[in-house]
């Protein structure tokens, strides 16, 4: 059983296309992260958060810790946006529960 | 980027050798997690460590071993291979579980 759930698991945008992938949980967490995972297989943390919401760049973070979901969205998609995304929730205590991951490709 | 490296980057093994991966971090995190990643599954946690010699399980443990002698190490040994420890194997920093972890590059092992 897995405590994150991400939707879409697939996904595939015209270049220039706003973005959203969504990630559930279904317990009480002290954090939120969110990582990218490029085809090479490198794994990036993108953003880490607990409320409210985060940018970076054309990147967004949102979470509603009531609803126990949190949303990353890419303003004007690229090509090189193309990667698996991944969202790890952090229940109290000392480890992290992973998401399988949202593949995204964007398509010139 | 954070200095994480890990050894070997590829291996492949055959059932019932033990095999150690190395994790080394120049960061002074005190956290540091060893991941499998397999198809149709997330990261999941082996082991961790909270400081030298300061070691607790994951949710995928059993098989596994780890050992942290010094800040900067820490080892992953699987005892005697199996088919299904065939994986990419991440290691991972960070300050503390509340703050964002930081990946080394993966290794992965195939065990025949």
């Known amino acids: 059983k897995n405590e994150v759930e991400q939707s879409p698991q697939n996904l595939t945008a015209q270049e220039g296309e706003f973005i959203t992938i969504n990630c559930s949980y279904s317990?009480?967490?002290?954090?939120l992260h969110w990582l990218q995972q490029h085809p090479g297989g490198g794994i990036v943390s993108l953003f880490m958060?607990?409320?409210g919401k985060k940018k970076h760049g054309r990147l967004i973070a949102t979470i509603n810790i009531q609803e126990k979901h949190s949303s990353l969205h890419i303003t004007a998609s690229h090509p090189r946006d193309s990667a698996v995304y991944i969202c790890?929730?952090?229940?109290?205590?000392?480890?992290?529960?992973f998401g399988t991951g949202t593949s995204l490709t964007v398509i010139p | 980027d954070a200095g994480i490296t890990q050894s070997p980057r590829h291996k492949v093994t055959e059932t019932g050798t033990p095999v150690t991966l190395r994790c080394h971090q120049t960061?002074?995190?005190?956290?540091m997690y060893w991941y499998r990643q397999d198809p149709g599954h997330g990261l999941r946690l082996i082991h961790y460590?909270?400081?030298?010699?300061?070691?607790d399980k994951g949710e995928v443990s059993d098989g596994y071993s780890v050992s942290r002698s010094k800040t900067e190490d820490f080892l992953l040994t699987l005892e005697s291979a199996t088919s299904s420890q065939t994986s990419v194997y991440f290691c991972?920093?960070?300050?503390?579980?509340?703050?964002?972890?930081?990946f080394g590059p993966g290794t992965r092992l195939t065990v025949t």
């Open positions: 460590s909270y400081g030298v010699k300061d070691t």
């Open positions: 317990v009480g967490i002290s954090a």
């Open positions: 790890a929730a952090l229940p109290p205590g000392n480890q992290f529960y």
């Open positions: 991972a920093i960070s300050l503390s579980p509340i703050y964002e972890q930081y």
């Open positions: 960061e002074n995190h005190r956290y």
């Open positions: 958060l607990s409320s």
